[in-house]
């Protein structure tokens, strides 16, 4: 755990330094928030950071997700740092859905690696996350029935 720790500590902290060549300042007022065909109807994404078609860029983005919600297990071409913005906001790993934990109140942090199944999900009130990792993005679905794209 304390491994994991350090290593999400030292991704945080470097991806900023590595994003840009110039300072670079998000107030909250300015994201634009769209929904992505990838994710389930509800979901909003902004783009803070970086270019998540492009291999090799760091992307910073946000995610809202709306009040009782749950996203179903899938899993990511890349490693993942999530932290809880606002919200409360549950999460855990495997493939099939089951809401194990408890939500975790903004300040909460966890890395899930490239290809690791996972899955979240939200109480009774909207929550953020902000994720971030190295391009190019992408999301798979564990049961195809799940993916948006699909309908």
Do not use: C
């Not at 350090?6 to 769209?34: C, E, H």
């Not at 109480?123 to 029935?145: H, T």
Request: a neutral charge; aromatic letters at 8%.
């Amino acid at each position: 755990m304390r491994k994991l720790l350090v290593l999400a500590g030292l991704i945080v902290f470097s991806l900023p330094a590595m994003a840009q060549d110039v300072p670079t300042r998000v107030m909250p007022d300015a994201l634009a928030w769209n929904e992505n065909p990838a994710f389930p109807k509800g979901v909003q994404i902004a783009t803070l950071v970086g270019d998540p078609t492009k291999a090799g860029d760091v992307v910073v983005l946000r995610i809202k997700f709306p009040p009782n919600f749950q996203m179903p297990p899938h899993t990511h071409p890349y490693s993942e740092v999530v932290t809880v913005i606002s919200g409360n906001i549950g999460s855990s790993h495997g493939e099939t859905f089951e809401k194990k934990g408890e939500l975790l109140k903004p300040g909460s942090l966890w890395v899930y690696p490239a290809k690791h199944p996972h899955y979240a999900w939200t109480g009774n009130e909207e929550g953020i996350l902000q994720v971030q990792f190295v391009g190019p993005g992408g999301i798979d679905y564990i049961n195809p029935a799940d993916d948006p794209r699909n309908k």
